[in-house]
């Protein structure tokens, strides 16, 4: 039977990742109070993205911690992070996502991401490298494949520039970037791209969101939000619902909201219902559920911190997970000490950063004025003594 979880990053009763199972009675949509919410074996405040693929669901906090589980036996398996040999420079994440190759009846995980020479110094000149790494399921084991393009002709980055997963429909995983879609093939791991619907003079201003239409790729068009502020004002949105058929994009419906509607998240039940995010406050999102044969937008009892949501369908699979852990919220005390050593490292570099900005700064104003190199050297040993002392 086909349900859907709703991903949560916290509330004010649990400050933690939760899935909470979605239900309708007649025409209402609520949160099960019935069933416990599962609890994500995640840290506190750690933000993670997910999507789901038949009956299992796949989580990344996109700092090495991977995670698929199985709602329905409420087992889990972590994936260990690829220990390939890497340069010390920077990476730079693109995306990631989770797919079904029928092929070899196989699960698969793919993260992309390339690795940037720009900002080193011995490296100067170097082009970057894309690197792409899939996660057998059904072996067991990392292996790394060729990437995507980095760039065109005009020089614009055709790989996905947001830290989110990509959707997963009929084989393919698919992500966005500010010109295209890319898509990764599940069966022979190979890449492709193909323009998104755009319309000239007007591509800055719209936003564009991934989304399963009736077992197709379909995407939403609609026209970038304004910022909340002092002077904020209810506002209209159209969505432009727009599907990929013989190798084109083909116009489905447009819905006209207002009430601050800000993002779309899952279409449901044969595009019977779409659900989307509402902007309450500042910093609260609420959830809304439209229903497209009653033209009727419903508010939800539901609410999250900014674009934290995440709705996935869900089919009741009794898959076996080859190490199989019970999903109780609870993690280990190495694991725990493993993303706060993450989480010290990834301050230790922008400190490291912070300082080599500051030393070549002072390296140039040596040159053009000599006589500021006193204040400089007591203003360089005062930024690196806070920072120690921050660190201890």
Known sequence: MEGLFLKRYHTASCNRNYLSLLSVSGEDWSVCEND???????????????????????????????????PTTKTFEPL??????????????CGSGFGYDPISDDYKVVRHYYHSYFSCIKNSGRDPKHVVEVFSLKHGFWKEIQGPVV???????????????????????????????????????????????????????FLHYLIKV?????VFRYERPPPFGPEYVEFSTTFELLVREESSW????????????RRPLLLFNEGQFLFLEKQVSEHIYQLVVYDFKANKLEELDVYDYPEMMTIMPHVETRFRLRFPKPMDGSYSKDEEKEENNDRILEWRRKRGMRIRRIKRKTKIMMKIRPKWWIMLKNYVKRE?????????
């Open 384 to 392: 690196i003594r806070a920072d120690s002392m921050h660190d201890d």
């Open 36 to 70: 416990e919410p599962i609890m994500l074996p995640f840290a506190r405040n750690s933000i993670i993205d997910g999507s789901s693929c038949g009956g299992l669901m796949y989580f990344d906090n996109f700092r090495g911690r991977i995670i698929i589980c199985n």
């Open 250 to 261: 083909v116009p489905w419906c447009n819905v006209d909201l207002s009430n601050a509607v």
């Open 80 to 93: 260990d992070p690829p220990k390939f040999p890497r340069p010390p420079i920077m990476i730079i994440f």
């Open 214 to 218: 009736n077992g197709v790729l379909g």
């Open 151 to 205: 760039d065109d002709d005009d020089g614009r980055c055709l790989v996905s520039t947001t830290c989110m997963t990509g959707i997963y429909v009929d084989g393919v995983c698919y992500w966005t970037s500010c010109i295209c879609v890319i898509s990764f093939d599940c069966t022979d791991e190979r890449f492709s791209s193909f323009d998104l619907p755009m319309k000239k003079n007007q591509d800055g201003d």
